[in-house]
Nanobody, 123 residues
Framework: VQLVESGGASVEAGGSLRLSCAAS????????MGWFRQTPGKVREPVAS???????LYADSVKGRFTISRNNANNMLYLQLNGLNTEGRAMYYC??????????????????WGRGTQVNVST
């Protein structure tokens, strides 16, 4: 299993970014996916998850601003980040749980992780 994130960058507050995660080594179509984020000294926290039928869950802090999506044709996961504020400054991680149709939004729901991509937000 390999999960490789990209798209992290430095943006100004209020700006937007699109993160990508390239998945390989497993059956993507039958697996649930998620995004988490972490800042130094804090616990990795959930951002969003997406099931095999593309239903989604979001953390309350990002609802209405972030959008998770998946492309099963090319094994890609995306996270659109709009209206970024300093709370969005973090390392963002892609996560996968294999061969399940539904997943929650906790760390325990996911067994595979990428190495992360850094998002910086300046004021």
């Amino acid at each position: 299993v390999q999960l490789v994130e990209s798209g992290g960058a430095s943006v100004e507050a209020g700006g937007s970014l699109r993160l990508s995660c390239a998945a390989s080594g497993f059956n993507y179509n039958t697996s649930c996916m998620g995004w988490f984020r972490q800042t130094p000294g804090k616990v990795r926290e959930p951002v969003a998850s997406i099931n095999t039928d593309s239903t989604t869950l979001y953390a309350d802090s990002v609802k209405g601003r972030f959008t998770i999506s998946r492309n099963n044709a090319n094994n890609m996961l995306y996270l659109q980040l709009n209206g970024l504020n300093t709370e969005g400054r973090a390392m963002y991680y892609c996560a996968a749980e294999l061969d399940v149709s539904w997943v929650g939004l906790t760390r325990a729901d996911f067994g595979w992780w990428g190495r992360g991509t850094q998002v910086n937000v300046s004021t």
